[in-house]
């Protein structure tokens, strides 16, 4: 059974930084790309950013470009995404994904979802 784990949310003032972590498991994800998307209350899901199978590389939203930063663990079944500078407009549930191409990740439609976790950025 494929599973996606996210951790890592939690409160943080306008300013900070919070690490989230996606644990990937039940196939092997190193020939996978694997983003990040969330979805704000009252909002779409959006795409927030990807990285490739082999780590090499990385594409963001315009909105978060300069602040948050993707990896990959060397297995290749962890993802992070290290946000910094956090606006209260980052406050959402943010998913993980993975997806058989880079495409599909970044046309939004990856293979599976992580169940998400929920950042909260006050002012």
């Known amino acids: 059974q494929v599973q996606l784990v996210e951790s890592g949310g939690g409160l943080v003032q306008a300013g900070g930084s919070l690490r989230l972590s996606c644990v990937a498991s039940g196939r092997t994800f190193s020939s996978y790309a694997m983003g990040w998307f969330r979805q704000a209350p009252g909002k779409e899901r959006e795409f927030v950013g990807c990285i490739s199978w082999s780590g090499s590389s990385t594409y963001y939203a315009d909105s978060v470009k300069g602040r948050f930063t993707i990896s990959r663990g060397y297995a290749g079944n962890l993802v992070y995404l290290q946000m910094n500078s956090l606006k209260p407009e980052d406050t959402a549930v943010y998913y993980c994904?993975?997806?058989?191409?880079?495409?599909?990740?970044?046309?939004?439609?990856?293979?599976?979802w992580g169940q998400g976790t929920q950042v909260t950025v006050s002012s």
């Open positions: 994904a993975a997806g058989g191409s880079w495409d599909s990740v970044v046309r939004e439609k990856p293979d599976y």
